[in-house]
Nanobody, 122 residues
Framework: QVKLVESGGGLVQAGGSLRVSCAAS????????MGWFRQAPGKERESVAA????????YYADSVKGRFTISRDNAKNTVYLQMISLKPEDTAVYYC???????????????WGQGTQVTVSS
């Protein structure tokens, strides 16, 4: 059974930092590209960042470039999203996802987590 479990969400003031994590089980983690997505109330889910299976290639949405960093630890089956200089518009449920193919421009991933809420207060 494949599981992706996000953690680390919470409430933070604008300008603050937060790191969310996603622990994977049931897959050979090192063979999967990983992505972070977010969905704000009333909005469509959007891609935030992605990383290839070995961490060599990354993608960031324009809205988070320079503020968010995606990384992975294949030994721990975990992908991270470090967020700094957070803005109220970053408020959303953040989801991680896994796919065999690295393609940050599509939303179709094999497996999804249940999400973790990130709220940025002004």
């Amino acid at each position: 059974q494949v599981k992706l479990v996000e953690s680390g969400g919470g409430l933070v003031q604008a300008g603050g930092s937060l790191r969310v994590s996603c622990a994977a089980s049931g897959i050979t983690f090192s063979r999967y590209a990983m992505g972070w997505f977010r969905q704000a109330p009333g909005k469509e889910r959007e891609s935030v960042a992605a990383v290839s299976w070995n961490g060599a290639t990354t993608y960031y949405a324009d809205s988070v470039k320079g503020r968010f960093t995606i990384s992975r630890d294949n030994a721990k089956n975990t992908v991270y999203l470090q967020m700094i200089s957070l803005k109220p518009e970053d408020t959303a449920v953040y989801y991680c996802a896994a796919d065999r193919i690295y393609n940050p421009y599509v939303m179709k991933y094999d497996y999804w987590g249940q999400g973790t809420q990130v709220t940025v207060s002004s």
